[in-house]
């Protein structure tokens, strides 16, 4: 950590750069985080969890950062062929994978002028992924194998009667509702947040978890199009409480196992997910392993270059940790 001062108001200085993707904003992690040693992105993570859950905070939360941003630190990576090591984070903690924060990574390297339109390989804590950056601007992301974990499964919620949905994995566990029986509108907003946060807790209550009791931490409602070129149209409620400005990348990449596990969608075939604030993820897949191998392509914009300034006699210097 690059730090400063007279020892009693010692200051330390993150040089972060700032884009949305579709309308998600993600937050790069330039220079002054944690040193988080050696080793894979799981590992790293682990010691970022352990030891500077702080700096998380800080970068994130208010005062410098606000609820819906997502974070993502960048680390040497581990194996030779990798460019980075990124390791993504949010208000309330981690992220396995994020699919509008990998493009956003993408197309904060470029504006460095650190990588150069082509294939790039980057390693998260749930996987490699593969990036491609067009020069056009437009980012494909090869995310980690994605597979629907169950189908039609029950909750009864304690305001919102019984919700069915599926279960599945993207790199982040999503619960996938259809029938809500709500308008998939920003105007709608109080509601939607109020269904998926009964839905995630109940679901919770009844003990109902991805793979080996993970936690099932997002819920994405899907609706019909606002678009004529959109397939769906899908509001995500976040971990920390927000929602999904983008139309999500690990939730599109959930999405398509799905409608492969239903024989809705082929390998090849493209499935263009809107998003609720309108903008647009353009997926397909391949098979291997009987595993969905998502590819989401979409845009990231740069929105500023800052240096958070963190002083030791700041009351807030860890920010305002979400409740
Ligand atoms: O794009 O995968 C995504 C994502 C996850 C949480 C917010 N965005």
């Not at 039609?152 to 619960?175: E, K, P, Y």
């Not at 809500?180 to 109020?194: D, F, K, P, S, V």
């Amino acid at each position: 950590m690059r730090t400063a001062g007279n020892g009693r108001n010692e200051i330390q200085r993150v040089r972060v750069i700032d884009s949305h993707t579709e309308g998600e904003p993600t937050r790069v992690v330039i220079s002054g985080g944690p040193d988080l040693g050696s080793g894979t992105a799981s590992d790293r993570l682990e010691r970022f969890r352990q030891f500077h859950d702080g700096f998380r905070d800080a970068v994130i939360n208010e005062p410098r950062g606000h609820r819906a941003m997502v974070g993502a630190l960048l680390c040497e990576p581990h194996q030779e062929r990798a460019l980075t090591q990124v390791i993504f984070f949010n208000n309330v903690g981690w992220l396995g994978m994020c699919g509008h924060g990998t493009i956003g990574v993408a197309t904060t390297l470029a504006w460095l002028g650190r990588i150069e339109p082509g294939s790039h390989r980057l390693e998260t804590p749930v996987g490699d992924v593969k990036i491609v950056l067009r020069a056009d601007g437009i980012v494909s992301v090869r995310n980690v194998a994605s597979y629907r974990w169950g189908a039609a499964v029950a909750v009864q919620t304690r305001h919102h009667g019984t919700i069915t949905g599926d279960v599945a994995w993207g790199g982040n566990w999503f619960f996938l509702v259809s029938e809500h029986r709500q308008r998939l509108e920003l105007a709608n907003l109080e509601a939607l947040t109020a269904l998926c946060h009964d839905v995630r807790s109940s679901l919770a209550a009844a003990g109902i978890t991805g793979a080996a009791g993970a936690e099932i931490d997002h819920i994405e409602l899907f609706g019909d199009p606002s678009r004529p070129d959109a397939d769906s149209r899908n509001f995500v409620l976040c971990p920390g409480g927000e929602y999904d400005r983008s139309p999500c990348g690990t939730g599109t990449s959930a999405k398509m196992a799905c409608l492969w596990a239903d024989g809705k969608l082929a390998p090849g075939a493209t499935w263009r997910q809107e998003g609720i604030t309108g903008g647009l993820f353009t997926g397909s897949f391949e098979l291997a392993d009987g595993k969905v191998l998502p590819t989401i392509s979409g845009r990231a914009w740069v929105t500023s270059e800052a240096e958070l300034v963190l002083q030791a006699d700041d009351p807030l210097r860890q920010g305002i940790r979400a409740p």
